[in-house]
């Protein structure tokens, strides 16, 4: 149609290490996982630990508040739960894939696209604060 179209690419630094567990907890209970099967997830996420261990040194272990075991089954999941309600209200067209977020909006009135993608972005900035999720800048 010959139109101008605006975009933004978003990206979530650290993905799957960014999951604030109990964040997860409140949005998977929000989506009315409750009881057991709340506890059971509970149960998965608390109490891992984690270490470095290169050329035969060990660092000490530590406790994991944040993050999704990557490489298993549940992770990407839970990541997706975690973050599924990024794209919620805005006025421009949201694409996301995995930890991108594209935001798209096609120009009738170069003002007010102006105006959906910075009010967009707004929202995403308080999504982002709200759920203690660091977005990082793209890479050329």
Request: hydrophobic share 40%; proline share 4%.
């Amino acid at each position: 149609q010959g139109k101008e179209v605006r975009v933004v690419y978003l990206d979530i630094s650290k993905a799957f290490d960014c999951v604030w567990h109990r964040g997860l907890l409140k949005k998977l209970e929000s989506l009315g996982i409750c009881g057991s099967l709340l506890h059971w997830f509970e149960s998965y996420l608390q109490d891992r630990m984690q270490r470095v261990v290169l050329e035969g040194q060990s660092s000490e272990w530590k406790k994991l508040y944040w993050g999704v075991p990557q490489g298993s089954v549940l992770g990407p999941l839970l990541f997706l739960i975690y973050v599924n309600d990024i794209t919620d209200d805005l006025e421009s067209k949201p694409f996301v894939y995995a930890d991108d977020t594209t935001l798209f909006e096609v120009i009738d009135d170069p003002v007010e696209s102006a105006e959906n993608l910075n009010n967009d972005l707004a929202k995403i900035s308080e999504w982002s604060d709200k759920w203690l999720v660091t977005m990082k800048p793209l890479k050329n």
